[in-house]
């Protein structure tokens, strides 16, 4: 039988390596890395469209299918939008490491954030009690106020994850060649 | 109030890339290009080290008012 002759430490550095966090980094790092963080204007107006009409669909359209199925179809959802802010945050221009900033990345990166969390504070202030009332005012189901507040959620989400983008994209602009 | 620089005029006649500038100062390439074209107001930090890597003074970079029109090379016989 075969017995391998290689210490923890070097076991350990294959399982970083198999991770691949490290050749990530060395692509970031390197003068043509392979990921371009380009300004994405659109692709995160997409993804918000698309949350705004799920909620839409939830609060107007009272589905009648059990709530199992209702949260598993949710879920689903919630996920590829999950799954698309994230891939939009790291192709967009605020997809890099904060720490390679220099200070005029770091400022728009600030400011792109305290747009969306501004933007946010003041959505879900208005947002939540306007729903509070109405679900009290119109007596919902339990299952039906689930899913509203679920899909709220996951507009939020996707809020969070593309607004910063979004901000950061439209503040772009292309400098001429030298 | 905006801040004009005369950062393209030393970089041109010094014959300096912005990438050779920001790599000096320790910027993005970029960030020198949104500097040139009046879109970005650096740091002080920011501008005494371009200041310091042309060798002249801040005010010779940077200022409140418009440059005047020279033709002569930028910062002599100031």
Not at chain 1, 1 to 29: E, F, N, Q, Y
Not at chain 1, 64 to 89: C, D, K, R
Not at chain 1, 123 to 135: A, K
Not at chain 1, 138 to 165: C, E, H, K, M, R
Request: proline share 5%; net charge positive.
């Amino acid at each position: 039988m075969k017995r391998s002759h290689r210490s923890i430490l070097s076991r350990l550095d294959d399982a970083v390596r198999w991770t691949g966090i490290p050749a990530r980094v060395a692509d970031d790092l390197s003068d043509d890395p392979s990921v371009k963080h380009r300004p994405l204007r659109w692709v995160p107006l997409l993804q918000i469209a698309f949350s705004c009409v799920l909620l839409a669909i939830c609060l107007f359209w009272r589905l009648e299918v059990s709530p199992g199925a209702v949260v598993g179809v949710m879920t689903a959802m919630g996920l590829s939008i999950i799954t698309g802010g994230w891939l939009v945050h790291t192709g967009g221009p605020l997809g890099k490491p904060s720490c390679e900033d220099d200070e005029r990345e770091a400022a728009l990166r600030k400011n792109s954030f305290l747009f969306c969390f501004g933007l946010l504070a003041v959505l879900n202030c208005l947002g939540q009690p306007i729903l509070l009332i109405v679900s009290h005012w119109q007596d919902w189901p339990t299952a039906y106020s689930s899913i509203v507040a679920f899909s709220a959620l996951i507009l939020n989400v996707t809020l969070l994850g593309t607004l910063p983008t979004l901000y950061a994209s439209w503040n772009f602009r292309q400098l001429p060649k030298e | 109030m905006s801040l004009h620089n005369r950062i393209a005029v030393f970089r041109a006649e010094r014959g300096i890339s912005r990438r050779q500038l920001a790599e000096a100062v320790g910027v993005n390439p970029q960030t020198i290009g949104y500097l040139e074209r009046g879109d970005y107001t650096p740091s002080l930090e920011l501008a005494l080290k371009i200041a310091r890597h042309f060798g002249v003074a801040v005010e010779m970079l940077f200022s409140l008012d418009r440059f005047p029109m020279t033709f002569g090379r930028a910062g002599e016989g100031e």
